[in-house]
């Protein structure tokens, strides 16, 4: 049997409607060839994991922050489930390192927030201070400065439970929420995140709550009492020194405000906050936002009858995951994500459009395109919707990574052929163009959120208050056109273009804003522009292919750990991943380099690696990135679906045959009619300025 027609009948087949009945296909696997063995193997196994629904969901777990903070929240709501608090306390204690501390990333050293949130929520589950685990925590807060080095965020955990005043965190008084646009700083000017954070935060403030319970005052070297304000000046930094003595004045003034607008102030915080709740997924579908909501929903004396209260509190309990062997809890869900991501390695691995699992996947998918006017709106009024959110449900919120991978799956399994499909497809990318910054790049949820300025606020010691244009997304965003047809001479594409020449790093690499670190951003963009038929032998191109060649691990793997975000000189460098040398992999096979060492190499570290009994790769480290510096995440499924589209790809490439992205681009332009963006009058006010040629 031929390795064509191994990967067209066999792996076909296997990819068929028994997996979805979790049936076992009695079909032989192929022995002779390794690459296909491991291509139907993993492929098979993915396949088995899609849901009756047609979707894929893979667990996503960040640090301890999060069950910790869930246990913390069961106490102020007064619904604590005492079983399940103790199966939460466990995976704490498994997931503390031997010197007593928490880390932010599997792999990673003791952060003093983590294990400080991860110490007070133990204690208030009733765990015993005294025991051996604790006091070493303990020992180690103490050793590293104590808990008044906490960042902003655990202050105010902190302040709710009385184990700090209110006084030592940022001043954040419920009037902000009518701060004008065009003020140097207004919730418009912030992120997505930071937004449906801030606001219910802002009626929490207004309150000062303090709950009693727990107390962690041998976790402080200073008196509580003497920490009145973020004190941490710093010199050369004016803007930062300037917001930290607008804090101190707010701080002054606040209360002075009259009762009449604090109480309209709270009014329009609760509106806001209740409007963005109104669907299953919870405020902002992330968990930080929703349990502040739900808790300053608790402050304004709802009940759980409350049709809000009660939609948020489910939306929090969908986030715990519980089985045999632990529990804790997700920051949120990513079924679009993997759905997505899974589809198009399937079909870059020889899943033929018409497989069964196709069309329940496909359907899924257009059922959660998101046609509601969200919050991108205040930028771009006359840009119609059509976009597609993480998780299963985040209307106001639809992201430009997910929407791209979406309409490039999409392509991939032919939706395009369809003219309804083909419509909504269009829809997708009209809205995608139309998020597109004047920089020439693309951020996430907003346009032109690049207020940087603002991070230096207070309560923005997490360095993450804005959504600026990345390197990542700008070449997703250019793979998703290239693949439609576009060229370098669509103007999106020419202004894309310049704005990763001039983010690339002196190394040849790219930052990876969203997944970890250098590697992923190299990755983003090499295919990005290979989809678009760049010459690789740009100079700009070669020295991106020289940094991932050399970064390459003696293994033959590729990995990256997020040490890297706080080092740049230690991008490239960490133990092989599976993923992470999917991405290197992906990235030089979209410069043509399939025949090179370091790919041979690295696609027999992926066939060796690769684990049938776990019906796919191992993989502990987190390699995805949800703020760095601060906030890291290990998206489960990112082992299953990125090493199979590598060996895709490659076994495609070995047969001489065209990937499903390459035989896109030949087929010519997807006609998607017009693209109404492109003639609105805040896109072309917007661009015409800067380029008059647009206008033509």
């Known amino acids: 049997m031929s390795e064509q027609t191994i990967t067209n009948t066999v792996f076909g087949e296997l990819l068929s409607d028994r997996f979805l009945q979790r049936e076992r296909a009695n079909i032989p696997v192929p022995q002779s060839d390794p690459i296909a063995k491991t291509l139907v193997q993993s492929g098979s196994a993915l396949l ?41 306390a466990d995976y704490i204690f498994s997931r503390q390192l ?36 604790m006091r070493r925590a303990r020992a180690w807060v103490l050793n590293n400065g104590g808990a008044e080095q906490v960042n902003v965020f655990t202050r105010i955990l902190l302040a709710n439970f009385g184990q ?112 963005h709740m109104r669907g299953e997924g919870g405020i902002g579908a992330i968990f930080p936002a929703m349990a502040n909501a739900v808790y300053a929903l608790k402050l304004r004396g709802c009940e759980v009858t409350d049709p809000d209260m009660r939609r948020g509190i489910q939306a929090i309990e969908d986030l715990v995951l519980e089985d045999e062997e632990q529990t804790y809890v997700q920051p949120c869900v990513s079924p679009v994500w993997d759905t997505c991501l899974s589809l198009s390695a399937l079909s870059e691995a020889g899943l033929r459009p018409d497989n069964e699992a196709i069309k329940p996947a496909t359907d899924w998918l257009f059922d959660k395109q998101v046609f509601t006017r969200g919050d991108w709106i205040s930028k771009a009024r ?19 990574d997910d929407t791209s991978m979406v309409v490039m799956a999409l392509l991939r399994i032919g939706a395009h052929y369809h ?67 576009y060229d370098k001479s669509f ?61 390459q691990n003696k293994d033959g793997g590729w990995g990256e750990s997020c040490d890297s975000y706080n080092e740049p000189g230690l991008g490239g460098s960490g133990e092989s991943t599976a993923s992470q040398t999917a991405w290197a992999l992906l990235g030089l096979m979209a410069m043509g380099e399939t025949d090179a060492e370091e790919v041979e190499t690295g696609i027999n570290y992926l066939v060796r690696t690769y684990t049938p009994g776990a019906k796919g790769w191992r993989e502990a480290a987190f390699t995805g990135t949800g703020f760095p510096r601060v906030f890291y995440l290990r998206y489960h499924g990112y082992s299953h679906y990125f090493p199979l589209w590598a060996l895709g790809v490659y076994a495609r490439y070995r047969q001489g045959r065209e990937t499903r992205q390459e035989a896109l681009v030949r087929e010519g332009p997807v006609d998607l009619g017009v693209l109404s963006v492109l003639n609105s009058k805040y896109y072309r006010t917007r661009f015409t300025s800067q380029n008059p040629e647009d206008s033509s």
């Open 382 to 400: 006359d840009l119609e919707g059509g976009g597609w959110a993480f998780q299963f449900e985040n209307d106001f919120y639809p992201d430009v």
């Open 419 to 485: 003219p309804d499909k083909k419509k909504r497809i269009a829809q997708a990318v009209n809205w995608v163009i139309g998020m597109q910054n004047t920089d020439g790049g693309w951020g996430a949820f907003d346009i032109d959120n690049h207020y940087e300025y603002l991070n230096n606020i207070p309560f923005a010691d997490h360095g993450a208050l804005v959504d600026p244009s990345t390197a990542d997304l700008t070449g997703r965003c250019i793979e998703m056109l290239a693949m439609l047809g």
């Open 48 to 88: 088995e994991r899609q849901y009756r629904a047609g979707y894929w969901r893979f667990d996503l777990e960040a640090d301890t922050t999060i069950p910790a903070e869930y246990i913390l929240l069961q106490h102020l709501l007064g619904t604590v489930d005492e079983a399940r608090e103790q199966r939460l």
């Open 98 to 133: 031997p010197d007593g501390s928490w880390p932010l990333y599997e792999g990673g050293c003791g952060n003093i927030s983590a294990t400080v949130k991860a110490y007070f929520a133990l204690k208030t589950a009733g765990c015993d201070p005294d025991e051996e685990a």
């Open 491 to 551: 103007p999106p594409i020419a202004r894309a273009i310049e704005f990763l020449q001039q983010d690339q790093k002196p190394c040849g690499a790219w930052f990876g804003r969203w997944g970890v670190n250098y590697i992923y951003g190299t990755w983003a963009v090499l295919v990005g522009l290979g989809a678009l038929g760049e010459d690789p032998k740009q100079p700009y191109l070669r020295k991106a292919v020289k940094w991932l060649k050399e970064i």
């Open 164 to 275: 700090l005043p209110w006084s030592a965190v940022p001043a954040m008084p419920a009037e902000m929420i009518w701060l004008p646009r065009w003020w140097f700083f207004s919730l418009d000017k912030v992120s997505y995140w930071s937004r449906c954070v801030i606001i219910p935060l802002l009626l929490i403030f207004s309150y000062r709550p303090v709950h009693h319970g727990a107390d962690i005052r041998e976790l402080f070297k200073r008196e509580r009492g003497s920490l009145k304000h973020i004190d941490k000046f710093t010199p050369g930094n004016h803007a930062k020194n300037i917001f930290l003595l607008l804090d101190r004045l707010l701080k002054l003034f606040e209360p002075l405000v009259p009762g009449f607008i604090r109480r309209l102030s709270m009014r329009k915080l609760e509106t806001w906050m209740r409007e």
